[in-house]
């Protein structure tokens, strides 16, 4: 049995841990632990704050008693809020407090992007205009190229987490361009696991979301290899991108 521990900010869509476990099919098991959000904002001080590092050193010891063989912050605002550098800094505190690999939902997009080995990606974000583009500022540092960017003005996560597969896809559709190589949903409090499969074929492409690959980054650190289409084709690759 391979445990993954995911630090994972407040209450919106944590049921989708759960369903990814029954997803995977496999002898690995998911630990999630709630964070304190504070100020449930999609703005730039509060999601500062929400990535703090006594906020996420908080949940850490919980997730190693349990046995976690990695863990992830499992928030993509929380994390490419803080710059390419930033970004970097606070996965280096929080592996040195938990012990063990460590990672952010907003390196787990980058490293999805290159395992799919596509360059060009288009982005369908739930958060407002400004903190969209952060995003898209992120990947851009990574080096890659980002087609289009589709805000929706969300501000609090509690509300993202009440939209169903109809916002989802609608979300999906108008993000999407036609140069695009994948779309990309960037925000863990979405409900998407249910949704994968079925989102690649409208639209004809890979579809990357947040709690996928917050789970696939997790797996990668703990350099575990699971085929599982229910997932997207992010999980029938053999990963190329080594921890």
Same mark, same amino acid.
């Given at each position: 049995?391979?445990?993954?521990?995911?630090?994972? @900010?407040? !209450?919106?869509?944590?049921?989708?841990?759960?369903?990814?476990?029954?997803?995977?099919? #496999?002898?690995?098991?998911?630990?999630?632990? !709630?964070?304190?959000?504070?100020?449930?904002?999609? =703005?730039?001080?509060?999601?500062?704050?929400?990535?703090?590092?006594?906020?996420?050193?908080?949940?850490?010891?919980?997730? =190693?008693?349990?046995?976690?063989?990695? %863990?992830?912050?499992?928030?993509?605002?929380? #994390?490419?809020? !803080?710059?390419?550098?930033?970004?970097?800094?606070?996965?280096?505190?929080?592996?040195? $407090?938990?012990?063990?690999?460590?990672?952010?939902?907003?390196?787990?997009?980058?490293?999805?992007?290159?395992?799919?080995?596509?360059?060009?990606?288009?982005?369908?974000? $739930?958060?407002?205009?400004?903190?969209?583009?952060?995003?898209?500022?992120?990947?851009?540092?990574?080096?890659?190229?980002? +087609?289009?960017?589709?805000?929706?003005?969300?501000? $609090? +996560?509690?509300?993202?987490?009440?939209?169903?597969?109809?916002? %989802?896809?609608?979300?999906? =559709?108008?993000?999407?361009?036609?140069?695009?190589?994948?779309?990309?949903? @960037?925000?863990?409090?979405?409900?998407?696991?249910?949704?994968? @499969?079925?989102?690649?074929?409208?639209?004809?492409?890979?579809?990357?979301? +947040?709690?996928?690959?917050?789970?696939?980054?997790?797996?990668?650190?703990?350099?575990?290899?699971?085929?599982?289409?229910?997932?997207?084709?992010?999980? $029938? =690759?053999? @990963?190329?991108?080594?921890?």
């Amino acid at each position: 049995m391979t445990a993954l521990g995911f630090l994972y @900010p407040g !209450h919106s869509a944590e049921d989708d841990y759960p369903r990814i476990e029954q997803l995977l099919g #496999s002898d690995v098991r998911l630990d999630l632990v !709630h964070t304190d959000i504070g100020e449930d904002a999609h =703005r730039v001080d509060a999601l500062l704050e929400m990535g703090s590092a006594d906020r996420l050193a908080a949940g850490v010891e919980q997730l =190693r008693m349990g046995g976690a063989e990695s %863990v992830v912050w499992a928030c993509t605002s929380g #994390s490419f809020v !803080h710059g390419w550098e930033g970004a970097h800094e606070q996965v280096r505190a929080l592996a040195h $407090t938990a012990g063990m690999p460590a990672s952010s939902t907003s390196f787990a997009f980058v490293h999805a992007v290159r395992e799919l080995g596509v360059s060009r990606v288009a982005v369908g974000a $739930t958060y407002p205009d400004d903190v969209a583009d952060l995003f898209a500022q992120f990947l851009r540092a990574a080096g890659v190229e980002v +087609a289009g960017v589709r805000g929706s003005g969300i501000i $609090t +996560a509690a509300e993202v987490g009440t939209w169903g597969e109809d916002e %989802v896809f609608a979300l999906a =559709r108008e993000a999407d361009t036609p140069d695009a190589e994948a779309v990309l949903l @960037p925000d863990t409090a979405l409900h998407t696991a249910a949704h994968i @499969p079925a989102l690649e074929k409208d639209l004809g492409k890979p579809v990357l979301t +947040a709690n996928q690959v917050t789970v696939w980054e997790a797996l990668r650190l703990a350099d575990r290899r699971v085929n599982a289409p229910s997932m997207g084709a992010l999980f $029938t =690759r053999e @990963p190329i991108v080594q921890a």
